[in-house]
Structures are given as structure tokens and as C-alpha cells.
């Protein structure tokens, strides 16, 4: 089982960008997949998570109405489209499946990926 990001890079303020995370092999259930994130010198933060099949998305209030969440029908494709970038933006950011727990919680996330670095100048 295996997470990868990418689509990362370094864009300037304002600009948009879309992450990809590409889920290879089997899991035990794929409920539901999510962004999180980790910035310079902080914890790991929860971005979004989709839910495939209740069709909820969730977004942390940072990114609420800049970046969305989707997912292919197969279940082995998540994508973040983040638009109105902002520096704070800066983090190297991962995908992870749900297992099971608070969506807002990384502990509630197994299958980890290695993260794609995205750099937001001003």
C-alpha cells in the first residue's frame, strides 16, 4: 500500500496549484482520503478530507473557499486545488486514508505518502 504526492513546486502569492496523490494497491477499506500538512517548525495540520460515500468533504477554516477536495470514482486518485495562495500556504503537504476516528485528527489516518513540498512567495 502506498500514498504519492506530487504537484508541489514554488509559485508566488495568489497563484493556484493542484496536488495529486496517487493510491497504489489494496487497502482495507478506502473510506475516505485527506490532505494534511506541516509547515516550518509546525505540527502537522489538517487541510481536507473526502469521504466517498457519504459525499461530505470536510476543510480546515484556514483553507475553507480557496482549496478544494475531490476524488476519482475508483477511489485511487485524490487531488487538492488550492487557489488564492498565500504564504502561510508553505508546507510540505501529504495525503493519508482514513481508518477511522475524528476526520480532523491525523491519528484517525493510516497509509501515509511522502509528502510534496509546496513553496508560497510573496
Known amino acids: 500500500v502506498q500514498l504519492q504526492a506530487s504537484g508541489g513546486g514554488l509559485v508566488q502569492a495568489g497563484s493556484s496549484l493542484r496536488l495529486s496523490c496517487a493510491a497504489l494497491g489494496q487497502f482495507e477499506s478506502r473510506r475516505g482520503m485527506a490532505w494534511f500538512r506541516r509547515a516550518p517548525g509546525k505540527d502537522r495540520e489538517f487541510v481536507a478530507s473526502l469521504f466517498y460515500d457519504s459525499g461530505f468533504n470536510y476543510y480546515a477554516d484556514s483553507v475553507k473557499g480557496r482549496f478544494t477536495v475531490s476524488g476519482d470514482n475508483a477511489r485511487s486518485m485524490l487531488s487538492l486545488q488550492m487557489n488564492s495562495l498565500k504564504t502561510e500556504d508553505t508546507a510540505v503537504y501529504y495525503c493519508?486514508?482514513?481508518?477511522?476516528?475524528?476526520?480532523?485528527?491525523?491519528?484517525?489516518?493510516?497509509?501515509w505518502g511522502q509528502g510534496t513540498l509546496v513553496t508560497v512567495s510573496s
Open positions: 493519508a486514508a482514513y481508518v477511522s476516528g475524528d476526520v480532523y485528527k491525523s491519528t484517525s489516518y493510516s497509509y
